[in-house]
C-alpha cells in the first residue's frame, strides 16, 4: 500500500512540474477609429463624425471560454453632439466599461459590457457589445482587430473600429 501511494504520488508530481500553466491576465492597447452619431460639423448640421480613438484593456481569462475585463477608451477629439434638439460638447471622452466576453471559437470574443463615459459638462451611462479575433504572436503576445458599439443612455452613440495589441501574463 505505501509503495502504491509512493508511485501515485511520484506520477502526479511528474505530470505537475510537465503541465503547461495558462496564463490569466492580460493587458492590451488598442488605436482606433470612433464613429459618432448625432454628431454636428461647423455649419451646424447632423452628420456622423469620425474621430481618433485609443484604448487601454485588461481581461482575466477564466478559462479559455470566459473572460472579465475593465476596457478603458479615450475619444481623441472636441466634437458636439444633439440630443432632444439640444447641443452637447464633448471634449476628449473617456469611457470606462466592465466587459464580459465568451469565446464561440477558440480565436473569435463577442463582449457585452456596461460602464459610463465622462467629459466635462455630462456623464453618460452605456452599454457596450463588440466582437475581437485574436491572432496569437509569439512569446505571448496577441494582435486584435475589433469592432465595439456602445449605446450611451440619453446621449449618443458610437461604434469603434480598432487594432489592439496585447501580452498574457
Known amino acids: 500500500m505505501k509503495s502504491a501511494c509512493l508511485l501515485l504520488c511520484s506520477l502526479l508530481l511528474c505530470y505537475q512540474l510537465y503541465a503547461q500553466e495558462e496564463k490569466h491576465h492580460e493587458i492590451a492597447v488598442a488605436i482606433g477609429h470612433a464613429h459618432i452619431s448625432k454628431g454636428l460639423n461647423e455649419s451646424g448640421d447632423r452628420k456622423w463624425l469620425i474621430a481618433a480613438s485609443w484604448s487601454l484593456d485588461y481581461n482575466y481569462n477564466f478559462n479559455k471560454k470566459w473572460s472579465l475585463g475593465l476596457h478603458n477608451d479615450i475619444i481623441l477629439d472636441d466634437f458636439e453632439v444633439e440630443r432632444e434638439e ?25 463582449m457585452l459590457g456596461a460602464g459610463g463615459e465622462f467629459a466635462s459638462g455630462e456623464s ?46
Do not use: H, Q
Open 124 to 169: 453618460f451611462f452605456l452599454g457596450r457589445i463588440g466582437v475581437e479575433y485574436g491572432v496569437e504572436l509569439p512569446k505571448s503576445w496577441e494582435l486584435s482587430p475589433g469592432i465595439t458599439y456602445d449605446i450611451k443612455f440619453n446621449g449618443y452613440d458610437t461604434w469603434v473600429v480598432s487594432l489592439g495589441i496585447g501580452k498574457k501574463f
Open 86 to 110: 439640444k447641443v452637447i460638447n464633448r471634449s476628449f471622452p473617456v469611457s470606462s466599461c466592465l466587459v464580459g466576453a465568451f469565446r464561440p471559437v477558440e480565436k473569435l470574443a463577442v
